[in-house]
Every structure is written in structure tokens, then in C-alpha cells.
């Protein structure tokens, strides 16, 4: 156990916290997506650390975040120009960029793959945090492997106090599901491996073709081949069990439900929804990007009410709204009641 120290967002502190990630430790921050837990990408010793920290499977590479596009150079081998247009348009931001790495990111770091993913957070305090650190940052979600993402600086204490040397405290983070994660096939094809606010439909206009891993959609095969290790894991659970409920309108959801209560039954509803009576309701929004900002936040608050099972909502699949599906889908394991 080390004593894990929670820092408020002052230029002390961020200086503070660069200096740690230069001495080789563990340092959680805040990003617009979630909240990440940040070594220094280049150093093993600080990288293994934060698998062990997470608890997370060795295979499953870290995303490596830079404050300004200059820090390519000595990460990646090559920029496309498809590339270029994207993180000219989406950086900083919410969007991750699969590339061929150099040798001075270690196969810790990508996983033992020969690409790494890329992105240019633009939460201030992140950004902040890179410079003064001066070096490119390693950071995956800063919950243990399996758990919802934080997206505040008490969920990372929750899952990571006594475990890291220090959470910067940057409040809430504003969009609230982790970035597009996206890789090339070919100079005009993007494949989005991982659904995040920048859409489908946003990309659209920078390639010939934009698709979505099938993964994003269905339960894989534990022994199937994937675009991306992250795939291939429960991810996102709270320990309630989390069943998704497709139901053409409210009253049918809410006849399923109450049909159907166990002991310790909750709801999470759409915010136009009305209450069920007799059944605990929380509420997540009614737009993707409203859902996307309250999903893991609700799933913590339903493991801290003692709930063991929820009926959600199901999200639609089109625009951002598809990265609050995939998260309650692999929440779910994929199971789902249709009406
Ligand atoms: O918004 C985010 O992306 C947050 C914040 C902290 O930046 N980070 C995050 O990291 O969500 P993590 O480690 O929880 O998720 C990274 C995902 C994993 O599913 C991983 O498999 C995939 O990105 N990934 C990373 N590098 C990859 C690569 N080289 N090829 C394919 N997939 C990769
Ligand atoms: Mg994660």
C-alpha cells in the first residue's frame, strides 16, 4: 500500500504531479472522456506498473497521449495523410489513432503489437500535464480492469487509492465514455474499432469508407481473432447485473419489469421515462451524448445503492448514441431482453 495522494488542480500540483511521472510513478488525471491513470509511455518499469495497478491483462495495449502534434515524431513511424486530416480536425479531442510505432515505445506499452494508439486529450488539465512532463503519457482508464470508467476523481480513489501515487482532481469529465478508437486498413478505409462521441457518421466525410468493427455489435469467440485486444474482455461491469431491455415504448418496458422483479431490482430509465412504482429508478438522459455523460456514473451509483439487478433503457445505435450501446452491451455480456 502507498499512501495515494489527492491533489486539486493547482500549477503547484500539476507540477507536482509531472515530477512524479518523470520520477517513474503513477499519476491519475483528469481527460475529457474519463479519467486516465498516466505513466511515462517510454519507461517499462513505470508502464508494468500500471497493468499491475489495474489488474489488467498484459495483451491489452495502453493508449499514449501527447499535448502537441511535434511529439509524433519520436512515437510514430509514419503519419499518413488521412492522419493528418483527422487529428487537424478532431485533436484535441475525443479520438484515438492507431499507427505504427517507434522502438521507443516498449512492447509493454502496446501490448507486444507493432502499433500504438494515439490521441491529443484537449481537458486542460491533461493537456497541462503532458507538457510539464515532457515526455509522451501512457494511460488506460484509471479503474481495475473489468470496472466502469471514473469519471470523477472519487471513482479513480475508489478503485485506486493505496494502489498509485496521486489523483489530479479535474471534477466531472464532460463527455463520459472513453475515445473513438480508430485504425486504418488501407490509406482510404477507417475502422472504428471502438465507438466514442466522434461518430461514424462524423468520419464520413475524411475517408472512402468508414465501418465499425462487428465486435462493437456482438459477443466474439474467446478464441477469435481481433482488431483490438481490448475486445476480448469483460468490460464496463458494475457488480449489479446489467440487463438491457429493447422495448418499442415505455409501458411495454414497464410491464416487462414489473413482471419480472427480483429481490434488489432497479431501473435505469431515459429521463422522459415517468417512474415505475414500487421500483427504485435512476435516470440517464435522453440524447447519446446526455447518456454517454451519466452511463458509468449511474452504474457506480447502483453498485453504492446495494442494486443486483437493473433494467436499462436501450440506447439507440446511430451517432454517438452507439458508444453508450456497446458499453451497456458488454456490461451486459451482450445478453438483452427483446419485446
Ligand atoms: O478516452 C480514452 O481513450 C481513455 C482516456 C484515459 O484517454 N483511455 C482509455 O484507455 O479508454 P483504455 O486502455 O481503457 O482503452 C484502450 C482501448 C483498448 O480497448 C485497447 O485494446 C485499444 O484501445 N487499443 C490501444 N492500443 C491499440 C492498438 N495499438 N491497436 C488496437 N487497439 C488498441
Ligand atoms: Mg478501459
Known amino acids: 500500500m502507498i499512501n495515494t495522494r489527492l ?11 509531472a515530477q ?16 486516465g491513470l498516466g505513466a511515462d509511455a517510454r519507461r517499462e518499469d513505470s508502464v508494468r506498473a500500471v497493468f499491475a495497478a489495474k489488474g489488467r491483462p498484459a495483451d491489452n495495449p495502453l493508449i499514449v497521449h501527447i499535448s502537441d502534434l511535434s511529439m509524433l515524431d519520436g512515437i510514430v513511424k509514419e503519419v499518413p495523410e488521412i492522419a493528418l486530416k483527422l487529428a487537424e480536425s478532431f485533436w484535441p479531442g475525443p479520438l484515438t489513432i492507431v499507427l505504427p510505432k517507434q522502438d521507443c515505445i516498449p512492447a509493454v506499452t502496446s501490448g507486444g503489437l507493432d502499433t500504438v494508439g494515439i490521441r491529443m ?3 486542460p488539465v491533461a493537456r497541462k500535464l503532458i507538457s510539464l512532463s515532457e515526455c509522451p503519457i501512457a494511460a488506460p482508464s484509471a479503474n481495475r480492469s473489468g470496472l466502469p470508467s471514473p469519471t470523477t476523481a472519487k471513482h ?17 469529465c464532460e463527455v463520459g465514455v472513453e475515445s473513438t478508437v480508430i485504425c486504418f486498413d488501407n490509406p482510404e478505409t477507417i475502422h472504428i474499432l471502438r465507438p466514442g462521441l466522434i ?44 440487463l438491457p431491455v429493447d422495448a418499442p415504448d415505455f409501458e411495454s418496458f414497464q410491464n416487462y419489469v414489473l413482471q419480472h422483479q427480483q429481490n434488489h431490482t432497479y431501473c435505469l430509465l431515459f429521463d422522459s421515462d415517468s417512474e415505475i412504482e414500487g421500483i427504485p429508478c435512476l435516470h440517464y438522459g435522453d440524447s447519446g451524448v446526455q447518456q454517454a455523460h451519466d452511463l458509468f456514473f449511474r452504474f457506480r451509483e447502483l453498485d453504492a445503492i446495494g442494486a443486483e439487478l437493473v433494467y436499462v433503457r ?15 452491451m458488454r456490461a451486459a455480456g451482450f445478453e438483452v431482453i427483446r419485446l
Open 7 to 17: 491533489l486539486q488542480n493547482t500549477q503547484e500540483n500539476l507540477e507536482t504531479a
Open 20 to 35: 512524479l511521472i518523470r520520477d517513474g510513478q503513477l499519476v491519475a488525471f483528469p481527460t475529457e472522456t474519463v479519467y
Open 121 to 123: 486529450p484537449s481537458h
Open 156 to 172: 479513480v480513489m475508489d478503485d485506486m487509492n493505496g494502489r498509485i501515487a496521486a489523483v489530479l482532481d479535474g471534477g466531472q
Open 199 to 242: 461518430s461514424q457518421e462524423d468520419l464520413t466525410p475524411y475517408a472512402k469508407r468508414v465501418y465499425v468493427d462487428k465486435a462493437v455489435f456482438t459477443q466474439i469467440a474467446p478464441d477469435a481473432k481481433v482488431s483490438s485486444p481490448g475486445m476480448k474482455y469483460k468490460h464496463y461491469s458494475p457488480k449489479a447485473k446489467i
Open 314 to 328: 436501450m440506447p439507440r445505435q446511430t451517432g454517438a448514441d452507439l458508444s453508450v450501446y456497446n458499453r451497456l
